[in-house]
């Protein structure tokens, strides 16, 4: 084959181009490193609830975009002391930490809920009309698309019009009886074990940890079949549960989240789905919606 000299002056002065190396790998927290502070947000303080222990304060950020009525419902258990003096007990292996009142199936004992609403309405899904939805690229067993939406890992069907909350590691949801509409938000729990993505669009789910899990994670396992203790003196105390904005600001946890629907997190989320580092020698390709990172840092002053 004879090249005519204008198409052989093309191909010359591509083939540096073409033989040039990809760029260099960057890590999760080298992305997260160099990121813009725009690509960060401080939680709303009265969307921020603060969880006390005697081992430390775990922080749970509301989601009132997908359940408003019981989100409410637990702003006002939280500023009229509800959760004060209760425990958490309930540790399932594997599943979920549960905390509130643990008499309150019994009328003689269960806490008054003052001033709290006693029906709320069953908000497992919510309408996906106009909501700012960040898809992810590969497939998911529990969901048409998965993606975050309002920075929480969630679920959405687009021909229904409907999205909802996944239950990941690390979400709150309102435990509730058969009914749908049974759960009122003053019985919580956090899943602590593997993601049970079959709960997904039955139960409410109301916010997520972003900080302290560890001191959720590390708790006694309760015995089998569902982690309930027995034995009272084995329940984790809970000093209070308190809404950020309620709180003097000095005393509050200066934390900012990166936005999911900002560059930064589409960059960590493609160097968690394809790791080249010198310990991966196969990418994955793939992400799961709960393993997708969500990263949480202190603010800088």
């Known amino acids: 084959?004879?090249?005519?000299?204008?198409?052989?002056?093309?191909?010359?002065a591509t083939a540096p181009a073409l033989a040039a190396d990809p760029p260099p790998y960057r890590s999760a927290q080298q992305i997260l490193d160099a990121s813009p502070v725009a690509?960060?947000?401080?939680?709303?303080?009265?969307?921020?609830?603060?969880?006390?222990?005697?081992?430390?304060?775990?922080?749970?950020?509301?989601?009132?975009?997908?359940?408003?009525?019981?989100?409410?419902?637990i702003r006002t258990l939280a500023r009229e002391g509800f959760w004060d003096g209760t425990s958490i007990y309930r540790v399932q292996d594997n599943f979920v930490v549960q905390f509130g009142d643990a008499d309150a199936d019994d009328a003689a004992k269960a806490r008054p809920l003052g001033a709290a609403r006693r029906k709320l309405p069953a908000e497992f899904e919510r309408d996906a009309k106009g909501l700012d939805f960040q898809v992810l690229p590969d497939v998911d067993g529990w969901a048409p698309q998965v993606g975050f939406a309002d920075g929480f890992a969630a679920g959405r069907d687009p021909q229904a019009g409907k999205a909802w909350m996944a239950?990941?590691?690390?979400?709150?949801?309102?435990g509730r009886n058969n009914e749908p509409d049974s759960s009122i938000g003053a019985e919580l729990y956090v899943v602590t074990g593997q993601s049970p993505r079959q709960r997904d669009r039955n139960i409410p789910q109301v916010g997520r940890?972003?900080?302290?899990?560890?001191?959720?994670?590390?708790?006694?396992?309760?015995?089998?079949?569902m982690g309930f203790y027995e034995d009272p003196a084995q329940r984790t105390a809970i000093r209070?549960?308190?809404?950020?904005?309620?709180?003097?600001?000095?005393?509050?946890s200066q934390l900012q989240l990166l936005r999911t629907d900002s560059a930064t997190f589409r960059e960590v989320v493609e160097a968690r789905r394809n790791r080249r580092d010198d310990f991966y020698k196969r990418p994955a390709g793939h992400i799961d919606l709960c393993n997708v990172p969500l990263p949480v840092r202190t603010a800088k002053r």
Do not use: K
């Open 209 to 225: 940890v972003i900080q302290g899990m560890e001191l959720l994670a590390a708790l006694p396992r309760g015995p089998e079949p």
């Open 1 to 12: 084959m004879i090249l005519r000299p204008a198409l052989l002056a093309t191909l010359l």
């Open 39 to 73: 690509d960060w947000r401080s939680p709303d303080p009265d969307s921020t609830l603060y969880l006390e222990l005697e081992g430390g304060r775990v922080v749970i950020e509301l989601a009132p975009g997908f359940a408003p009525a019981h989100v409410d419902n």
């Open 240 to 252: 209070a549960v308190r809404l950020a904005s309620t709180v003097p600001e000095a005393e509050r």
């Open 167 to 174: 239950h990941c590691y690390g979400v709150v949801g309102a």
